[in-house]
């Protein structure tokens, strides 16, 4: 059962105690069928496994057990939000991945610049993978138009792939994609799904209409699709929901964009682990909530590269002592889900956590793995619960109910 | 947290990867005073040991803590079906029970024989216990009737219980039941508890009034009591949820009742274990998913014979590695609830269960028991996951969220 966040609200007070989650992105992993043990277990970790000793230890899945979730959901778990709940459209992550501003009104889509033949048929949906140097070339003709007072942002992602983001008075995100998801037939004319959507429909059908001819000499990258209209959902901020004042410290835009989401003021950081240790130390009096994001662990996986995801786990262990000698009073140590290196990709296995405090009770288990940590006393829960239990061991939460 | 079916179709895809759950029924147990083992713990399963050696292990609650399932919710959890949003009325329950195919707007009612007397008050509920053979009998006195143009279907199931299934056009199952629960007053007239029901109230007095004339000389069974009117729920099948291709292997009714209901295909097969395992052998290349499940487990809980359930255990494990020799990409054994001899019913208790994949990340258990799935990986987690974690394990699920 889940917690709601009204009920959470009803009984979280201000104080000045901290938290810091320490989230090492795509931390689970599976054992390497030589060594029988996981990259997490296979990494010399002697500062993790004493903050085990001394803490308290357990399993958390992202979304539920079997499923494997996207960054998005399981870093929106990680910070109390139910993600089957809260649901963020594709438009929409893709601006935040590209840590693109969204104001409340905006509506996202995610484009592809695509190739057409002569008869406006789709020969290739990715414009034979351009550049991102020329995507960014190519946004820059486009962005900036204005249609209909509707004002048009244009983005590069990477490659092929870019963010349209309209800004007007009332647009709607109801409505079809452009992109036919396939060759062989004429990009789609966009239609609205709700009556308040027929203004968003002629806006964006008319800024298809104008690519195509900005881009007619552009081949292969000749005209763009879109896809997943939508529009930042409404999330109650950290702040409001936890009475905490949260720092995000993260170097990829993808969970800068996630943390602002919730309401998470995003620090300037570097891009190495060090960096992002410093950024905690010199930001540390002026917040009481800290998301420290690691992502590299992750991109080891996503490669199949056991042995530098297991470099990296060392690496932050290395870093760990300058989050300890701080002295937090409550730390938690996990990661958004499982990519395990065997499987190249995320994975549904449940994630170690461990979380030290002065009141977090501690178990026998003096080990960080996936191993041990199915032995430790907080057993295997969602993590939709882990800001509560951090909550709670901060002395934040107020008691429920007389 | 339950997710929803809805979450689950969103997310599944069908490959060619096979999935086999061996549901023991009944499985759990208690502890014999004399050796402080349970049934499974007593039995000799060298197979099942070496299983728990190479997966992953855990404890399930078949509905949720505390709670003892009848066999319909225990299975449609396992299933992955919340018993709970998918209730099945207690005369449709009797339908499946005999393998009765339900149509989709058949009524269906559990009736018993009883005995009335000259003032037309119920004196024996139950008829004197009278036996199938007799029940049988009289059943096919009652069976076809046609009430204003219902058909009527009666069948028998065991002693003084029979089916009463009622087809017709604009039959609504609100009726009351004619049953009263006690001696010593008269049946019931069956009323309709919504407008739309006043047709089948009609028809089903009716019925009532027809048997009571043709049981008049059938003393002790010259009456019927009827109740539970239902009608068969709306099950999403497991082809539109899993997208599986889906086969039960079952030697009892009730449970090829349930497999039907949630569109799995129902094999025909033996009556002992091996003929069971048999058939999984000769169907193998047609399905992607087998339910096979062992009753006798059971029967022996229910009788309270201790030792018999410990043999059956052993024959189970005799025959596994047929099972195993198949090579399923994913095996999941597990029971539906408990079944302890000492209660001599099914119990609340949560029960063993052991996933094989190569992907399954094993734990430390290498005994297949109560006492040590405690300390299996998996936890303690609600049978309602178990679909999501056998489709996560033979990748079958997509990622949900980018």
Redesign the interface.
Known sequence: ??ISLELIKSISRSSPTKIVLLVIDGLGG??NPQTGK?ELETANTPNLDQLATKGICG?IDP???????????AHLALFGY???NF??G?GV?EAIGIDFDLEPGDIAARGNFCTVDETGSVTDRRAGRISTQKCTELCQLLDGLVIDEAKLFVRPVRGHRFVAVFRGDELASEVSDSDPQQTGVSPKTITAVSPEAERMAGIANQFVAQAKMTLVEHYPANMVLLRGFSRRPYFPTMGEVFKLKPAAIASYPMYRGLAKLVGMEVLDTGTTIEAEFNTLKQNYTNYDFFFLHIKETDTAGEDGDFDRKVRIIEEVDNALPRLISIEPDVIVVSGDHST?A??K?????PVPIVLYSKWCRPDRVSEFS??AC??GGL??F?A?QVMTLAMANALKLNKFGA
Request: net charge neutral; proline share 18%.
């Open positions: 059962m889940d599976l054992p996981t399993l979304v539920s057990p079997g499923i494997t979730p996207g960054s998005a959901p139910n993600p089957v649901n963020i594709r992550l395990p065997l499987l990709g995320h994975s549904w296995h996936e191993s199915v032995f057993g295997r969602p939709t």
